[in-house]
């Protein structure tokens, strides 16, 4: 079964100082989890890497989910075992930002594993701004339709509605929900698995 | 501590992360973090925190994946505090 998840982790809304305590990333990181910093990650501070795993985490959980529905999200137990760092790092958010595909020169390129299955990541560093992350089961993500925006209201319903508005300017379908809260995008043609995320004035969604 | 007052602190650990605050004031042991309260789950790990250090506990990541809702916090809490 195809299925998708998406996350977005809005950087200005995070706690730096307490991300880079052991208290704090050991709740997030597996233990072989750490290396990847110093080896794969060149160039960005420790507090974003942190942050970088857990959404592709958070994304893996939601990808995973949709197929098995009882799936409880542990972040130590979804572990990175492979990280392509980015050819480019990108400073800030570009205007113009491509809605198909996410293979750019800006990507983390991301294997996991979660129980027995293996998840592919892509995750997109905005500075210190944003990160970005979709995560499927195919390992090919050419074909991924995705899109971010910044919102004007920070509040959880004003954040669902503008990712649904966003979705429906650009696809022309709208979300539903099925009977577990998994979302769907419904076209004329086919129920299609989307994930929706949002975090402090930032949206985005996956499909 | 008895639950009654685990759940009055721990309104006050959830406080600055909800901005539900009618939500927040009929919380109870079914309250989901995320569905009920609309925390984002980018904040969950700094619950556990706040509650560790609330508490002088410390919640490993078996408890950790439990606290979703109010009252399997609670329940931890409450494991932790009685094991010390």
């Known amino acids: 079964m195809y299925s998708i998840g998406n996350d977005i982790v809005a950087l200005k809304a995070v706690n730096a100082e307490r991300t880079i305590t052991p208290q704090f990333y050991n709740k997030i990181l597996a233990g072989t989890e750490l290396p990847f910093y110093q080896s794969n990650c060149p160039g960005i501070p420790f507090y974003q890497f942190v942050w970088l795993a857990w959404s592709v985490k958070e994304a893996a959980y939601k990808c995973l989910k949709r197929i098995q529905p009882d799936l409880v999200f542990s972040p130590t137990r979804t572990v990175i075992t492979s990280i392509d760092p980015p050819t480019v790092l990108i400073d800030k958010i570009p205007t113009g930002i491509p809605q198909t595909g996410i293979d750019e020169p800006g990507c983390y390129q991301i294997i996991l594993s979660i129980n027995s299955h293996t998840l592919y990541a892509r995750s997109i560093i905005y500075g210190n701004e944003l990160i970005n992350s979709i995560v499927s089961p195919d390992p090919i993500l050419s074909k991924v339709n995705w899109g971010i925006n910044k919102t004007s209201a920070i509040d959880p319903d004003s954040q669902s509605k503008a990712v649904r508005k966003l979705l429906k300017e650009r696809s022309q379908a709208e979300v539903i929900k099925d009977d577990v809260g998994t979302p769907w995008l419904n076209t004329a043609d086919a129920r299609i698995p989307v994930s929706l995320s949002h975090h402090q004035d930032w949206i985005g969604y996956a499909y | ?84």
Do not use: F, H, W
């Open chain 2, 1 to 84: 501590m008895n639950r009654t007052e685990i759940l009055d602190e721990l309104k006050k650990i959830l406080a600055p992360y909800t901005l539900d605050k009618e939500q927040l004031a009929a919380v109870n042991e079914e309250t989901d973090l995320i569905r009920d309260l609309k925390i984002n789950s980018a904040n969950l790990v700094d619950i556990i925190i706040d509650a560790e250090e609330k508490y002088n506990v410390e919640i490993d990541y078996d408890d950790a994946e439990k606290m979703i809702v109010v009252g399997s916090c609670i329940d931890v809490i409450e494991s932790r505090l009685k094991a010390q």
